[in-house]
């Protein structure tokens, strides 16, 4: 199994263009989740899905949209990069999206995003 | 609201020496803890839990005892390698959300 991966694993971006960051897990989870890491804030939820079809809003969704239209994957996009958004990218998963099992997720390597 | 406080870092120790990194959380009623380790260079993983008060979780050496009298799941090593340098997060589920709530994060160096 290669887990959780995640493309790219840099990126820079100048403010105004838009991108995807792709995630795939090849473990059949149910949950899969973004992050963002920033220095001081630990990780904040940004989206999650509980299933194929299925999304919802973290704690900071905003610029950012996703879908999910099968199982393994999960991607990420931003539809008009800002500074803000400067900061790496941890995709999650999970085999349950419910209850304790949701909670040991598993993190893809992350991206390094930085908007100019 | 659910929450969690770390430590600062970052934690410098020699090799062998003994590792306490401080863990308190506020939480409605008694949620699952947990502690993830992030190598350089990689993501999270989960290193260990603990489901209810009073459980040790342990894993490569590392435990953590969930204690409701003082709200707290401190994370300790009896001899740390340097192979140990890493960054480590708290996190418990938010009572309302489900979701985890992750601490700001450790940083521990060990050196030689």
């Known amino acids: 199994n290669a887990g959780v991966t995640q493309t790219p694993k840099f990126q820079v971006l100048k403010t105004g263009q838009s991108m995807t960051l792709q995630c795939a897990q090849d473990?059949?989870?149910?949950?899969m989740s973004w992050y963002r890491q920033d220095p001081g804030m630990g990780l904040r939820l940004i989206h999650y899905?509980?299933?194929?079809?299925?999304?919802d809003q973290g704690e900071v969704p905003n610029g950012y949209n996703v879908s999910r239209s099968t199982t393994e994957d999960f991607p990420l996009r931003l539809l008009s990069a800002a500074p803000s958004q400067t900061s790496v990218y941890f995709c999650?998963?999970?085999?349950?999206?419910?209850?304790?099992?949701?909670?040991?997720?598993?993190f893809g390597p992350g991206t390094r995003l930085t908007v100019t | 609201g659910d929450s969690v406080t770390q430590m600062e870092g970052p934690v410098t120790l020699s090799e062998e020496a003994f590792l306490t990194i401080n863990c308190t959380y506020t939480?409605?009623?008694?949620?699952?803890l947990f502690w993830y380790v992030q190598y350089p260079g990689e993501g999270l993983q989960l290193l260990l839990k603990?489901?209810?008060?009073?459980d040790k979780g342990s894993n490569k050496g590392f435990e953590a005892t969930y204690r409701k009298e003082t709200t707290s799941f401190h994370l300790e090593k009896g001899s740390v390698q340097v192979s140990d340098s890493a960054v480590y997060f708290c996190?418990?589920?938010?009572?309302?959300?489900?979701?985890?709530?992750f601490g700001t994060g450790t940083r521990l160096q060990v050196f030689p």
């Open positions: 999650a998963s999970s085999y349950s999206a419910v209850g304790v099992e949701s909670y040991e997720q598993y």
């Open positions: 996190a418990l589920p938010s009572y309302n959300t489900d979701k985890l709530i």
């Open positions: 939480a409605t009623g008694y949620p699952s």
């Open positions: 473990m059949n989870h149910e949950y």
């Open positions: 899905s509980v299933g194929a079809g299925i999304t």
């Open positions: 603990a489901t209810k008060a009073d």
